[in-house]
């Protein structure tokens, strides 16, 4: 998933394919998103080094704890920030000043709650991008990697689960409760899955960033997508066009088609919703394929994935995958009369 020298997209890998891990404001009390977040990289196994910082300095599940990114050990590909948005700028900061270049922020309380909050992830951003800091969220669940495994997340959908089956569809999603609902979907089919993130108001990090990783990732095959906004359309063409130049199919479900999903979709993750008729047309030039709920969703990159790769379907036509010829011919009779 590197990305070639002077592409407009960054290099994400050290966000979803990270060798080690620093989880920040993890600790042992009842709740901590944290501490919950370092007990799945325990439980699913995670194969790198697992450090946790406090200022307590008090260890996190048999984990050692140190009282500062400084006192880390080594540097971490990937720092997790279990803490409260008040507290990003000053860690991110101290984390710049170890050499650390990756992070996942869950702290909601940013954009998407207006006024001060806007003004607090314009600042966010501006130190990002002033040192090469590449951030997923804030106001997000996390990124799972089942091929890893890393679980760098607080999703409870893992507390169901003793191990995380790998597979083909990744999926990309503003809302991590849905994101996280399509996972348990798919593993509850019988079937695996590749990345899961979560991007939450992607303050630095974009959704056509993570496509575009996804487009080039080997053991991606299938893209599933959940947008409320875009906020940069040149760059999700071209993230659109690197995947069907790769054979692989993207399936997006977008809310805020109505002004008033528009502006529970600000409230949400801060996404600005552009014109719904501008988005289907991009998706129809692109030969991405738009579906309307999650279940939808999980259909049709199921069956996508069950094709195998390099096997779309070809014309306008209809198929129809059923039990029994009986429900066949009652099938084509439903698709003839309405034309």
Not at 44 to 69: H, L, M, R
Not at 271 to 292: C, K, N, S, T
Not at 314 to 339: R, W
């Amino acid at each position: 998933m590197v990305v070639e020298p002077g592409s407009t997209f960054p290099d994400i890998s050290g966000l979803l394919a990270p060798k080690s891990v620093a989880v920040i404001g993890a600790s042992d009390r009842a709740g901590n998103l944290g501490g919950d977040t370092v007990r799945r990289l325990l439980k699913f196994k995670f194969g790198g080094p697992v450090w946790t910082v406090n200022s307590s300095g008090a260890a996190v599940a048999g984990v050692t704890c140190y009282p500062s990114v400084a006192d880390l050990p080594d540097i971490p590909d990937l720092v997790i920030l279990a803490i409260p948005a008040d507290g990003l700028i000053s860690t991110i900061r101290d984390c710049i000043a170890r050499g650390i270049r990756h992070g996942i922020a869950y702290a909601g309380g940013l954009a998407e709650t207006g006024g001060a909050g806007v003004a607090l992830q314009q600042e966010l951003v501006a130190l990002c991008r002033s040192h090469d800091f590449k951030l997923c969220g804030p106001n997000c669940v996390g990124i799972i990697n089942s091929a890893a495994p890393a679980t760098l997340t607080f999703a409870t959908a893992l507390h169901e689960l003793d191990a995380i089956r790998p597979g083909m569809v990744s999926m990309v999603s503003q809302s991590g409760g849905l994101g996280t609902s399509f996972f348990k979907m798919i593993h509850g089919a019988g079937f695996g899955f590749r990345h899961l993130i979560s991007r939450g108001n992607e303050a630095v990090v974009g959704f056509a960033d993570y496509l575009y990783a996804l487009a080039r990732d080997d053991g991606t095959g299938v893209i599933a997508a959940y947008l409320e906004g875009v906020t940069d359309g040149p760059k999700l063409v071209a993230a659109l066009a690197e995947a069907r130049r790769r054979d692989k199919p993207v399936v997006i479900v977008k809310s805020g088609a109505g002004k008033v999903s528009a502006r529970a979709a600000l409230a949400h993750t801060g996404a600005l919703v552009g014109e719904d008729r501008v988005f289907d047309a991009v998706l129809q030039e692109m030969g991405a394929i738009r579906v309307y709920s999650i279940e939808e969703l999980a259909d049709v990159c199921l069956l996508l994935a069950g094709m195998g790769r390099g096997r779309m379907p070809a014309g306008s036509g209809i198929g129809i995958v059923t039990f029994g010829g009986g429900n066949g011919v009652l099938g084509v009779d439903q698709c003839e009369q309405p034309g």
